[in-house]
């Protein structure tokens, strides 16, 4: 393979999501150009990357710690869940500033076509999730075993594309019976934008008026 250490550092990067050849070359040789500690600071961090990180057991969020700092901030409301497609969207939402509930990732969108079904989300993850939650109900005490499940809310924010809108009625349909109250964001978001891509101030707009399913 590419044995030069230039071309093998260009190949590495033009893998990386809209990085082409060029853009690859450009990185390689400002790498070059640079103190060789700059270098081994970016080789550090990569090689640590896989061994540091890891799935938060509560709300499958990427981070260094299990549960996520998100997870373990007191102040958010754990009846609160903001499910979303992946950690572009939860970073999107979360610089809003104005959400202040939980997030559930579920790592993708439902495509029968390319074979992705509720199996490869993290679909078993949020029932187990929901059913913890619903059945800390009754230590929390104020209400009756029969109302129990409307203090639990699930903002559905995914993208209104075909595989947005698929895993969204996925969703209903199999949370309904759980008896938590079930809400998607407005459409203030453009029809199949993701969510990183929507500004800050429509995607808040979106969270705030977001509406019963
Ligand atoms: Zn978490």
Redesign the pocket.
């Known amino acids: 393979m590419a044995a030069d250490p230039i071309q093998r550092v260009i190949h590495a990067l033009s893998r990386l999501p809209s990085v082409g050849e060029k853009s690859a070359a450009r990185m390689a040789f400002f790498l070059l150009n640079q103190d060789p500690a700059v270098t081994r600071e970016l080789a550090d961090a990569l090689g640590a990357l896989h061994a540091a990180v890891r799935l938060?057991?509560?709300?499958?969020?990427l981070?260094a710690q299990?549960?996520?700092?998100?997870?373990?901030q007191p102040r958010r409301d754990p009846r609160l869940i903001c499910v979303v497609e992946d950690i572009s969207s939860l970073m999107a939402i979360e610089r809003t500033g104005v959400f202040e509930g939980?997030?559930h990732v579920l790592h993708g969108l439902l495509s029968p076509l390319d074979g992705v079904g509720p199996e490869q989300l993290r679909v078993s993850e949020l029932l187990a999730r929901l059913s913890r939650l619903l059945s800390a109900e009754g230590d929390w005490g104020d209400h009756g075993a029969a109302r129990a499940g409307a203090r639990v809310e699930v903002i559905v924010a995914l993208p209104s594309s075909v595989n947005g809108n698929a895993t969204s009625l996925y969703l209903q349909q199999l949370l309904r019976p759980l008896g938590v109250a079930l809400s998607r964001i407005a459409s203030g978001v453009p029809v199949g934008a993701t969510l990183q891509y929507a500004d800050q101030v429509s995607l808040a707009e979106a969270l705030s008026a977001r509406r019963p399913l």
């Open positions: 938060c057991g509560e709300c499958a969020n981070s299990d549960p996520c700092p998100l997870c373990a939980r997030y």
